[in-house]
């Protein structure tokens, strides 16, 4: 399938959600796609929100692209959620402001501190919600669909660019003329918070550089986590 044609299919799947789901909502993490996203939406002039979760740890570059997307995009503001304040002075004063290196579990639990409880509250009353997950960029993304239903979170979950490619990505980027983090231009394709992501060098997956000091498998924030009864990770 060629961009223009996936980028048509994206267009009618983002226009289908906001007739369906007026009260969805784009988690706009920032990413090369999220950009894809936010610009779309825009163009299409589609009624549809978008949030973002501010764990406290994001890098320079990302408040900086938060702040230009603002004034780029002002008729689709985003709307920022922070972690609870005793939720992450409890987790700050108990294990280290950078305890999540320590363990899997410490790493999970300042995830679901900074990420997941306000992702909870983000989506609280919405019947959907729309990621940038893409197939290609990890492992445990394989079997995602473009419609499914988000049993943990209770309300349908769409991911419109799912069959893009990272090429794909940039060129849509590239041709309008979005911005995007200034982290991707130093080798950071996947940007998360700043102490749990790094710059990958040639050849290496494009999620290497998360939580790089665990294995693959476990190398998801549970933002993402498809209700299973197997052993996905939290
Ligand atoms: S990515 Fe790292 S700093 Fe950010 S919430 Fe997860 S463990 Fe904490």
Sequence with gaps: MSLEQKLAASERLLREIAAAHPDAALANSYGAEDMVLTDLIARLG???????????????????????VAERYPSHPVTVYFPDTAATEQYVNLHGVNGFYRSVE????????????????????????ITGLRREQSPTRQDLAAR??????????????????????WQYLRERDVPYNALHDRHYPSIGCAPCTRAISVGEDIRA???????????????H??????????
Excluded at 209 to 223: A, I, M, S, V
Excluded at 225 to 234: D, E, F, H, Q
Aim: proline share 7%; net charge positive; with cysteine.
């Design 46 to 68: 589609l009624p549809l929100a978008s949030f973002s979760l501010d764990t406290g740890r994001l890098p320079a570059e990302t408040y900086a692209l938060m702040q230009q």
């Design 148 to 169: 499914e239903h988000d049993a943990d979170n209770g309300l349908m979950k769409f991911n419109p660019l799912l069959d893009w490619t990272e090429a794909e990505v």
């Design 225 to 234: 986590v498809k209700a299973s009864p197997l052993t996905r990770p939290a």
């Design 106 to 129: 410490l790493r999970k639990s300042c995830c679901q501190i900074r990420k997941i409880a306000p992702l909870k509250r983000a989506l609280a009353g919405r019947s959907a919600w």
């Design 209 to 223: 550089g998360r939580w790089w000091w665990e294995n693959p498998e476990t190398k998801e924030c549970g933002l």
